[in-house]
């Protein structure tokens, strides 16, 4: 079982800037798809960002499309999410995931039934 730990989570105003990570336990971690997730209050898990292992595909909601970027750093067994242009509709719980599916690891993926390990969540607060 791999563990997942997020951090960099915080208020910010509307239009700032926060950079979450993601430290993952384990000797494999560049060998699976990575994603993130946010979750607001009383609406369900949905979808921001997935990463492909190696070769750094990646896949966006369109909600988050040319203010986000994920990354990863396999040396450093960490994936990292740049979040620019806040917006007070970003403010959510944000959640790392790990995908064991040999798809996901190829090509990312983004549907949350294929992610079977998640970080406990840092919290994103947007101000108006």
């Known amino acids: 079982q791999v563990q997942l730990v997020e951090s960099g989570g915080g208020l910010v105003q509307a239009g700032g800037s926060l950079r979450l990570s993601c430290a993952a336990s384990?000797?494999?971690?560049?060998?699976?798809?990575m994603a993130w997730f946010r979750q607001a209050p009383g609406k369900e898990r949905k979808f921001v960002a997935a990463?492909?292992?190696?070769?750094?595909?990646?896949h966006y909601a369109d909600s988050v499309k040319g203010r986000f970027t994920i990354s990863r750093d396999n040396a450093k067994n960490t994936v990292y999410l740049q979040m620019n242009s806040l917006k007070p509709e970003d403010t959510a719980v944000y959640y790392c995931?790990?995908?064991?599916?040999?798809?996901?690891?190829?090509?990312?993926?983004?549907?949350?039934?294929?992610?079977?390990?998640w970080g406990q969540g840092t919290q994103v607060t947007v101000s108006s």
């Open positions: 995931a790990l995908s064991s599916n040999s798809y996901c690891a190829a090509y990312g993926c983004t549907d949350v039934s294929l992610f079977d390990n």
């Open positions: 384990g000797r494999t971690f560049s060998t699976y798809g």
């Open positions: 990463i492909s292992a190696r070769d750094g595909r990646t």
